[in-house]
T-cell receptor, first 115, second 112 residues
Framework: GEDVEQSLFLSVREGDSSVINCTYT??????LYWYKQEPGAGLQLLTY?????DMKQDQRLTVLLNKKDKHLSLRIADTQTGDSAIYFC???????????????FGKGTKLSVKP | DTEVTQTPKHLVMGMTNKKSLKCEQH?????MYWYKQKAKKPPELMFV???????INESVPSRFSPECPNSSLLNLHLHALQPEDSALYLC???????????FGPGTRLTVT
């Protein structure tokens, strides 16, 4: 079945770059997402990438997709203490019908930023 | 504007109570979702509404009853819940089913 894997923890120093990695198993995944969740809050959609793209950049965020290896990464440049949160990788098959448009989440990576 | 609102923010209820969670979006989205999230876990999908019709029910117990009165509103009616139902309940919406989802802040539910 579909599965999304992430490492559970990442610790970086303020000002460094953070790289959060994710692997997925469903080769028919159409969209891949990164969500951020701060304590006690909902999920914030950070960015997403369509499967025919290799890279997407949005200010401090860079998403890289290696479709051959089914590997997705999120790079946060100049990481700040406000970036401390849990980051969820998720994939879906878009609107291909049935339940394929459902989001399949990884377990989340807790990013800790030390001053 | 990508805002999804949820009320109440916190809810404490006994096992014999009946309560409702509310979700609202004004982005013209035609798909709305309910998720349940336990501590330190990813969200689990409960229900999907598409064009105001229930399209997916992920085998959720009948003590949870969703309702979509119109395209902007989504309710989750709760009755005879168990302590293990205590969780963060998240609502989300998307332009259409399968498109990127925008989440609300959630309702923290405690069942005593």
């Amino acid at each position: 079945g579909e599965d999304v894997e992430q490492s559970l923890f990442l610790s970086v120093r303020e000002g460094d770059s953070s790289v959060i990695n994710c692997t997925y198993t469903d080769s028919s995944s159409t969209y891949l997402y990164w969500y951020k969740q701060e304590p006690g809050a909902g999920l914030q959609l950070l960015t997403y990438i369509f499967s025919n793209m290799d890279m997407k950049q949005d200010q401090r965020l860079t998403v890289l997709l290696n479709k051959k290896d089914k590997h997705l990464s999120l790079r946060i440049a100049d990481t700040q203490t406000g970036d401390s949160a849990i980051y969820f990788c998720a994939e879906s098959n878009g609107d291909n019908g049935g339940s394929q448009g459902n989001l399949i989440f990884g377990k989340g990576t807790k990013l800790s930023v030390k001053p | 504007d990508t805002e999804v609102t949820q009320t109440p923010k916190h809810l404490v209820m006994g096992m014999t109570n009946k309560k409702s969670l509310k979700c609202e979006q004004h982005m013209g989205h035609r798909a709305m979702y309910w998720y349940k999230q336990k501590a330190k876990k990813p969200p689990e999908l409960m229900f999907v509404y598409s064009y105001e019709k229930l399209s997916i029910n992920e085998s959720v117990p009948s003590r949870f009853s969703p309702e979509c009165p119109n395209s902007s509103l989504l309710n989750l009616h709760l009755h005879a819940l168990q302590p293990e139902d205590s969780a963060l309940y998240l609502c989300a919406s998307s332009q259409d089913y399968g498109y990127e989802q925008y989440f609300g802040p959630g309702t923290r539910l405690t069942v005593t």
